[in-house]
C-alpha cells in the first residue's frame, strides 16, 4: 500500500490496545502532575488546597483524585498575583520559542508559551489530526491562521501540514478573504484542500460571482475548518464548494487536534496518548455514566510549558470510547455545543446550534447571523432568537421559523429579526448568545 494511502499518520499509536493506551497515560500523568506541582505556583496553590500530592498519582485510574480547573481558578490567580500565564507556566520564559492566546470566546483569554520540545510535539499532533482529514504529502492548501492570526495556538497547524508534507500558502491578509485569496489570487495555484473561516461570508462570495472552485482548482478535494458543524452547515458548505468538508479541533486552547475520520463524523477523534479525555456533569463534576452527555474535561499530557490538568472546556459532549471503523482506538467525541452558547429554557437546555439547525434549512434564514437571548435569571420562560433575514422580513416568514423552532426545540419561541450591524461579523465569529437584562 503506498504511504500516502494509510489510514493513519502514526498507526503503531493510533490504533494501540485501550490497556497500552492506560499505560502510556499512566506514565505520562504522573510526570505531568510532579512537572506541574514542581514548577508552577497555580498548580501548587490549588492541588495544596485540595489536599492531593504529586505522591497520590499512580495511575490514570488516580486522575479523578485532582481537582478540575477552570477559566475562573485561573484569572483569580491572574488577578492575585499580576501574572499573565495564571501561574501556570512550568519552564523559565527564556525557554519559551513562541507564546499564543485563546480566542477568548467566553472571557479574557489564557496565554500560553510552547517550547521547542512542545513545539515539536505539537505540530506532531497536528499533522496526525491533518492526515485524517485528508491532508497528504504533496498536497497544497492554504493556511489562514499562519498568516493573520499568528497568535492563534491553531496557527501552528500550518507546520503540522508541513510535517506531513503539505505545501501550505499563508497569504490570508485577514481570515475574511479567504475565498478572494485562494479563488483568485491563487487561481492556477491547483489547491487540493481548502481551509475556510467564515462559511457566510464564503459561501456568499461563490454565489454572488458564480464560482465553482473545481473550475478553479481542479484537484480540489476537500474543504476543512475548525467550528462546531450542525448538520445544516455542513450541508450548505458542500452544495457550495462542490467537495466533501471535514471538521477538526473545535478549540485552540492548550492546541487540541481533533478531528473527524471518514467514519466518525461528526464526532472527533482525540489523541487519548497526548490528551485524556473525561465528560463530567458542569454541576457536581463526577464523571457521567459511560455515553452520556456532559462537559469536556481534558488533561494535556505532553506539554513541558503550560499544560494544564483537568481543565473543563466549557463544552457539552458525549464520548464514546469504542473502536472505531477506521481503526483507531481514540476516543471520539461528539460536540453538542458550548455551554456559554446555550440558555435553559423551561427544563430544557437549548444550544445555539440546535437553532442554527432549523434557521438555516430555510432559504430566507441560510447562514443567517443569529443569537440567543439570555435572561439574567435562568431558567427563562421562553426562547427568544434575533436573526438576519434575506429579502424582505414579513410576519409570514418569522411564525413560520417560531413554529418550526417550537416544533424541534419543543419551547415557547419568539422571532426577532435584526440588522446584521445588531450581531456584528468580526474577524472572529459572531457571538451566539446575548444577554438582556431582565
Ligand atoms: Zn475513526
Not at 500523568?29 to 505522591?55: C, H, I, M, T, W
Not at 454572488?208 to 450541508?235: M, Q, W
Not at 450548505?236 to 481533533?258: K, T
Not at 422580513?393 to 424541534?408: C, N, Q
Request: with cysteine.
Amino acid at each position: 500500500m503506498a504511504s500516502e494511502q494509510r489510514a493513519h499518520w502514526n498507526a503503531d499509536v493510533e490504533t494501540m490496545s485501550r490497556d497500552r493506551l492506560r499505560d502510556l497515560q499512566s506514565e505520562r500523568l504522573v510526570a505531568q502532575v510532579e512537572r506541574v506541582y514542581g514548577n508552577s505556583g497555580f498548580f501548587r496553590e490549588f492541588y495544596d488546597a485540595a489536599g492531593v500530592k504529586p505522591s497520590d498519582i499512580e495511575s490514570i485510574d488516580d486522575i479523578t483524585k485532582l481537582p478540575i480547573m477552570g477559566k475562573d481558578d485561573l484569572r483569580r490567580y491572574r488577578a492575585a498575583t499580576g501574572d499573565p500565564f495564571c501561574g501556570t507556566l512550568c519552564v523559565p520564559t527564556a525557554s519559551l520559542v513562541k507564546v499564543h492566546k485563546s480566542t477568548g470566546t467566553s472571557g479574557a483569554p489564557n496565554i500560553f508559551g510552547v517550547t521547542q520540545a512542545d513545539w515539536d510535539q505539537a505540530t506532531d499532533n497536528f499533522a496526525r489530526m491533518l492526515w485524517r482529514v485528508g491532508l497528504r504529502p504533496g498536497h497544497r492548501t492554504n493556511n489562514w491562521l499562519e498568516a493573520a492570526m499568528t497568535w492563534h495556538g491553531y496557527s501552528m497547524t500550518a507546520w503540522g501540514a508541513r510535517k506531513l508534507g503539505a505545501t501550505v500558502y499563508t497569504l490570508e491578509f485577514d481570515n475574511r478573504s479567504v475565498a478572494q485569496t485562494n479563488l483568485e489570487l491563487l487561481a492556477g495555484a491547483d489547491l487540493n484542500a481548502l481551509f475556510i473561516y467564515h462559511p457566510e461570508l464564503e459561501v456568499k462570495y461563490l454565489r454572488e460571482k458564480g464560482i465553482r472552485p473545481k473550475e478553479i482548482h481542479p484537484n480540489l478535494e476537500f474543504v476543512y475548518s475548525a467550528f462546531l458543524c450542525t448538520d445544516a452547515r455542513r450541508r450548505i458548505l458542500e452544495d457550495a464548494w462542490g467537495v466533501p468538508y471535514r471538521n477538526m479541533g473545535a478549540s485552540g486552547d492548550q492546541y487540541i487536534p481533533a478531528s473527524e475520520c471518514e467514519y466518525s463524523a461528526p464526532a472527533m477523534h482525540f489523541l487519548e496518548d497526548q490528551f485524556a479525555v473525561e465528560v463530567v456533569d458542569s454541576d457536581t463534576l463526577q464523571p457521567v455514566e459511560p455515553g452520556a452527555e456532559g462537559e469536556l474535561v481534558v488533561s494535556n499530557l505532553w506539554a513541558e510549558a503550560t499544560p494544564f490538568l483537568r481543565y473543563r472546556m466549557e463544552d457539552v459532549v458525549t464520548a464514546d470510547f469504542s473502536p472505531c471503523p477506521c481503526g483507531s482506538t481514540h476516543a471520539r467525541v461528539n460536540y453538542r455545543g458550548r455551554y456559554a452558547w446555550s440558555v435553559a429554557v423551561q427544563d430544557r437546555r437549548i444550544f445555539s446550534d440546535d437553532v442554527e439547525n432549523v434557521l438555516w434549512a430555510h432559504p430566507a434564514t441560510e447562514f443567517a447571523a443569529y443569537q440567543l437571548v439570555k435572561r439574567m435569571s435562568q431558567p427563562q420562560e421562553r426562547l427568544r432568537v434575533n436573526t438576519t433575514v434575506q429579502g424582505e422580513p414579513s410576519e409570514g416568514l418569522r411564525d413560520l421559523l417560531a413554529a418550526d423552532l417550537e416544533r424541534e426545540l419543543q419551547v415557547p419561541v419568539d422571532v426577532v429579526f435584526v440588522q446584521p450591524e445588531e450581531i456584528g461579523i468580526g474577524t472572529v465569529k459572531f457571538v451566539r448568545v446575548t444577554t438582556a437584562e431582565d
